[in-house]
């Protein structure tokens, strides 16, 4: 989607701010003994207050309002009675859409007390989605997003999931450019219009450059369970710079 006027800017607004609302009071309200269950019906609950819709629920009839992965789990966890963990590592994903729009954010989360290496691999997932988000300018090229966030990753000595992507989102939750890499492909020529929306999410790891969908066909595990984080945020291309729709 590229924005066309303030009306769509000010929808997807209201719908990145309240799926970046409900990561954030999903991850405050995170703690031992709970149910990923129970974790996913507080996320629904949010979101229908205000007149949401779960994204995954309606466009693919995803079991649950949100994907909630624990580790070596790291993307599309079905919410049920898995209880959380002291020191388990969880990757939260929000997804929702509001008025005809939709918003789309996700964070790991490590669940105290964890090691020093899992909390570097945290702070450093974060570090590597600004990377990219940090590279977007329009007229400048797309592949920008996986240089810059390979680059980091290399120099911080990570590797990158390669099967997973960011993505365009606004009108659907999966939207054009339907796949962006965050790894550098120097063969992607595309340019950046202003006004595209799209997302930034790596998933960073220590080690794992592919993720295997297990049995349930959703649930996505690096094959040796490597520890591995997502961190994702959507955004606009303007000319003053990324404009991120999804900051709480």
Not at 156 to 182: F, K
């Amino acid at each position: 989607m590229t924005i066309e006027n303030e009306d769509q800017l000010d929808k997807l607004r209201a719908v990145g701010g309240l799926v970046a609302r409900t990561l954030a009071a999903m991850g405050a309200a995170l703690e031992p003994g709970m149910t990923t269950q129970e974790l996913d019906d507080y996320g629904r609950a949010l979101l229908e207050k205000e007149g949401a819709r779960s994204a995954p629920e309606l466009t693919y009839n995803f079991p649950g309002a949100t994907c909630i992965s624990v580790g070596p789990d790291c993307a599309h966890g079905i919410p049920d009675g898995t209880v959380v963990k002291a020191g388990d590592l969880i990757n939260i994903d929000v997804s929702a859409e509001l008025d005809g729009y939709f918003g789309d954010t996700g964070a790991s989360f490590a669940v105290p007390p964890v090691s020093k290496r899992i909390e570097r691999l945290c702070r450093d997932g974060r570090r590597a989605m600004w990377a990219g988000i940090r590279s977007v300018k329009p007229g400048g090229r797309l592949n920008e997003v996986g240089r810059s966030i390979e680059a980091f990753a290399q120099k911080n000595g990570y590797s990158l999931v390669r099967n997973l992507a960011s993505h365009g989102v606004g009108r659907s939750l999966h939207d054009d450019p339907a796949e962006i890499p965050t790894w550098h492909e120097p063969r992607d020529r595309r340019i950046i219009p202003e006004g595209l929306v799209f997302t930034i999410e790596p998933f960073l790891s220590l080690g794992a450059d592919w993720v295997e969908e297990l049995d349930d066909g959703w649930t996505l595990r690096p094959p040796q369970r490597q520890a591995t984080v997502q961190y994702e945020h959507t955004l606009v291309a303007t000319r003053g710079g990324p404009l991120i729709l999804t900051l709480a």
